[in-house]
């Protein structure tokens, strides 16, 4: 009996595997394709949220931040500068750092865009109540908090 639960589990797991990867994809792609619609890449768009958020930022660390390597900051930063979204400021305590941070523009865009990406997640998350989307945050990080540790 217990082998037959164990192997109802892992299948089940495998299942629940496809099912989030097919999601977050989902999800992803709907998310992409609005900022797309808003002007900018994905990639672009992680690194002004951040700093909107954030407030100005070591350009070193950003990119462990969104998830993206360091040779693509560098690049991003320089597309983003090139736009006068984002202005490079020397760290006054250490030459070796750089802090990217929001120009004027870049900050008027971002009152502009962001509100409008926030709807768009939420219409993609539209399939959920208010309850559920709760239920679901609470679950998802027990689980990536156990597959951290295994």
């Known amino acids: 009996m217990e082998n037959n639960k164990e192997r109802n589990d892992a299948e089940l797991s495998l299942k629940l595997f496809v099912v989030l990867t097919r999601a977050l994809n989902a999800i992803k792609k709907g998310a992409e394709e609005n ?28 990119g462990q931040k969104v998830l993206i390597s360091s040779s693509s900051i560098t690049y991003v930063v320089d597309k983003l500068e090139k736009k ?10 250490d030459r070796r750092v750089t802090f990217a941070a929001l ?3 870049g900050k008027e865009l971002m009152d502009d865009l962001f509100p409008k990406h926030t709807l768009a997640i939420q219409e993609i998350m539209g399939g959920l109540d ?3 989307k709760q239920q679901i945050v609470e679950q998802l990080k027990k689980l990536g908090h156990h597959a951290q540790t295994t």
């Open 130 to 132: 208010t309850e559920e």
């Open 103 to 105: 120009t004027v523009a």
């Open 35 to 62: 900022i797309k619609h808003l002007g900018l890449n994905i990639t672009e768009f992680a690194v002004l949220e951040l700093i909107y958020h954030k407030g100005e930022q070591p350009i070193q660390k950003i």
């Open 84 to 93: 006068n979204l984002l202005e490079r400021k020397p760290c006054p305590k």
